[in-house]
Structures are given as structure tokens and as C-alpha cells.
């Protein structure tokens, strides 16, 4: 067989980005979702006719691998040919994508564990556990300024995110403890990214479990199955999710293969 790519426009693959989607075992965090979105897209043609796709980003990290099940006997040939086009020095794959990850591990490329991917497994968290006191609503302009005292450069447009109602706030009296942040997934039907940041003054007791437990209840509220992921070695911010309830069966790998 004989295959040829074509860069194109996202919209041009959205059907096969919404197989490929249906395809994955687990969900994706919002870090994927923007490499992703934020790759270059091509086509993968034979004879005409659309046989998958595949996303580069900043023209050497492969992010999307996609075919048509007519075409996986040919999938080993077509991703070598992938590599070989681009000069592709990195994959960010994660381990719910059975067929990109498959095709990987057919090299002997350097695996270095990028993040955890983390569900809800929909478990009351126990009150007591739950810090006591605090008042948690949606942030507002006027936050601007404390938020960027208390989190510094943890999160980039503030006064954006405000305005588009994904940022929540924890207080006590006139003190932040801490954020919440809520990204909908743009690939995802009723999905949506959440995380946080405890101020460090006030860290270990309990506020960042208690952001997750009101963060969640806000996705369910809103229709939305609350997801998140973490780097794989933020030991802290891992056992604070897996307190709250969310558990992780998928891990981001980013390959090394230059």
C-alpha cells in the first residue's frame, strides 16, 4: 500500500478525532488537550480516501496517532514513515490510546513518565475530613489581585479565566486559602479539567481536598464528569487527588526517540 500525508485544518479531521475519542479507555486531562489542539494536523490518505490522522507539535513532538481499523496491519509502516517525515524527537502518549502506545513500544525508545490521569470513583469523602470553615464561590474580578499575590505563576491569565468563570476561590475571612480551576474539555463531550492551588501558609489541613470535594460538586452540578491529571512526580499534589476521591489508571508518557 501506498500512503501520502497532507497537512490540514483540525475541522477537516473532526469526525476522526470524535472516533478517536470514543476509541480511548479513559479520558485525557486539559495538558493533552492543548498540546494537542495546539499541534499541527495531518491527514493520512491511500488512494484518495481519508485512512486516519496524526498532530505535531512545535514540529517535533508527535501528539495524534489515528487510523481507521481497515487500516491497522499497515499502522507499523505508517508511523515509521510518521517519525521518519518529521524528524520526530519526542511522542506524548498516553496509556489509554491502545493502538498509539502499541506502536511506540514496537521501538526501543527511551519512556520517561510524564503525569497521571485521574477520574472520580464517586466515593463520599468523609466530613470530618473536609476542612471546616471556608467559603468557596466562583471568582471575580476584584480576586485578581490576591489570586496573583497568593499563587504567583502558578496560573496564567487570571483576569481571562475569571471572565470565562473557571477560576474559584476558597477563603476565610479576608485570607485566599487557596483556587480552584475548572477547564471544559474542547474534545471531551461533558468533561472538564479541574485543579488547585492551596496558599503555602495553610497547606496540610485539608483545604486542597476540600477545593477538589466543592470542585467536584460544581462539575456535577453543571452536567460534567470532573477529571484531572498531575505530573508524575508531584507526590504531594497526587496524594492530596487521591484523598479527594480520584483515582488514576492512566499515566502520560512522554518517549524519547532521538
Same mark, same amino acid.
Request: aromatic share 12%; with cysteine.
Given at each position: 500500500?501506498? %500512503?501520502? %500525508? &497532507?497537512?490540514c485544518e483540525?475541522?477537516?479531521?473532526r ?9 480511548l ?5 486539559s495538558? @493533552?488537550?492543548n498540546q494537542?489542539?495546539?499541534?499541527a494536523f =495531518? ?9 486516519? $490522522? $496524526?498532530?505535531?507539535?512545535s514540529?517535533h513532538?508527535?501528539? #495524534?496517532? $489515528?487510523l481507521e481499523?481497515?487500516y ?7 508511523f515509521?514513515n510518521?517519525l ?8 506524548? *502518549?498516553?496509556?489509554?490510546?491502545? @493502538?498509539?502506545?502499541?506502536?511506540v513500544?514496537?521501538?526501543? =525508545? &527511551? ?8 477520574q472520580?470513583?464517586k466515593?463520599e469523602?468523609?466530613?470530618e475530613?473536609?476542612y471546616?470553615?471556608g ?5 471575580v474580578?476584584?480576586? *485578581?489581585i490576591?489570586i496573583?499575590q497568593?499563587? #504567583?505563576?502558578?496560573?496564567?491569565? *487570571? ?7 473557571e477560576?474559584f476561590?476558597?477563603t476565610?475571612?479576608?485570607?485566599l486559602l487557596?483556587?480552584?480551576? *475548572?477547564?471544559?474539555s474542547?474534545l471531551?463531550d461533558? =468533561? ?6 492551596t ?5 496540610? #489541613?485539608?483545604i486542597g481536598r ?11 452540578d ?11 512526580y ?9 484523598s ?6 492512566t499515566r ?5 526517540? @532521538?
Amino acid at each position: 500500500m501506498s %500512503f501520502y %500525508f &497532507k497537512e490540514c485544518e483540525q475541522s477537516d479531521v473532526r469526525n476522526l478525532i470524535r472516533e478517536y475519542v470514543i476509541a480511548l479507555s479513559s479520558p485525557i486531562d486539559s495538558f @493533552l488537550e492543548n498540546q494537542i489542539l495546539n499541534s499541527a494536523f =495531518y491527514t493520512i490518505s491511500y488512494n484518495s480516501e481519508v485512512a486516519g $490522522y $496524526y498532530a505535531v507539535h512545535s514540529n517535533h513532538c508527535l501528539t #495524534q496517532f $489515528y487510523l481507521e481499523l481497515s487500516y491497522f496491519n499497515e499502522a507499523q509502516e505508517i508511523f515509521k514513515n510518521v517519525l521518519s517525515n518529521h524528524s520526530i524527537q519526542s511522542v506524548l *502518549v498516553p496509556t489509554c490510546d491502545e @493502538l498509539f502506545l502499541s506502536l511506540v513500544l514496537d521501538h526501543d =525508545y &527511551k519512556i520517561e513518565k510524564q503525569a497521571y490521569f485521574f477520574q472520580d470513583n464517586k466515593v463520599e469523602i468523609p466530613k470530618e475530613k473536609l476542612y471546616k470553615g471556608g467559603d468557596f464561590r466562583v471568582a471575580v474580578p476584584n480576586d *485578581v489581585i490576591k489570586i496573583s499575590q497568593v499563587c #504567583q505563576d502558578f496560573i496564567d491569565k *487570571v483576569d481571562e479565566r475569571i471572565k470565562n468563570r473557571e477560576i474559584f476561590t476558597f477563603t476565610k475571612g479576608n485570607i485566599l486559602l487557596g483556587i480552584g480551576i *475548572v477547564e471544559r474539555s474542547k474534545l471531551l463531550d461533558r =468533561y472538564a479539567s479541574i485543579g488547585i492551588f492551596t496558599n503555602e501558609q495553610f497547606r496540610k #489541613q485539608g483545604i486542597g481536598r476540600t477545593i477538589i470535594h466543592h470542585l467536584k460538586e460544581w462539575c456535577y452540578d453543571n452536567n460534567l464528569n470532573p477529571i484531572c491529571g498531575c505530573w508524575y512526580y508531584n507526590i504531594p499534589s497526587k496524594q492530596t487527588l487521591e484523598s479527594a476521591g480520584m483515582v488514576s489508571k492512566t499515566r502520560l508518557l512522554n518517549i524519547k526517540v @532521538l
